[in-house]
Nanobody
Framework: QVQLVESGGGSLQAGGSLRLSCAVSGYTYDRYCMGWFRQAPGKEREGVANIDSAGITKYADSVKGRFTISKDNAKNTLYLQMNSLKPEDTAIYYC????????????????????WGQGTQVTVSS
């Protein structure tokens, strides 16, 4: 059974930094897409960043240059380092995983991902 558990959310002021963690267990496939998604109140869930089993990363335009996704395979943990946070980054952040279907490609939309964490709240005040 695949389980993803996020941690590291919190409240902070604009300009600050935060690192989210997602502990992954039970995922036994060699190929994967793993990503961070977020959902703000009244908005649809959107992709923030993703990484595949080859280490290829992609970012939403809104977070490029500020956020960094990484994965520690020894710890089976996915990370999202968030710097220069803005009030518009306020949302519930979710990590997700799926079996990669095409080498070098990961979906940036949430629908194809079938394993999800419970989410962690990030609140950025101005």
């Amino acid at each position: 059974q695949v389980q993803l558990v996020e941690s590291g959310g919190g409240s902070l002021q604009a300009g600050g930094s935060l690192r989210l963690s997602c502990a992954v267990s039970g995922y036994t496939y060699d190929r994967y897409c793993m990503g961070w998604f977020r959902q703000a109140p009244g908005k649809e869930r959107e992709g923030v960043a993703n990484i595949d089993s080859a280490g290829i990363t992609k970012y939403a335009d809104s977070v490029k240059g500020r956020f960094t996704i990484s994965k520690d395979n020894a710890k089976n943990t996915l990370y999202l380092q968030m710097n220069s946070l803005k009030p518009e980054d306020t949302a519930i952040y979710y990590c997700a995983a799926m079996l990669q279907r095409t080498y070098g490609f990961c979906f940036q939309t949430p629908r194809p991902y079938n394993y999800w964490g419970q989410g962690t709240q990030v609140t950025v005040s101005s």
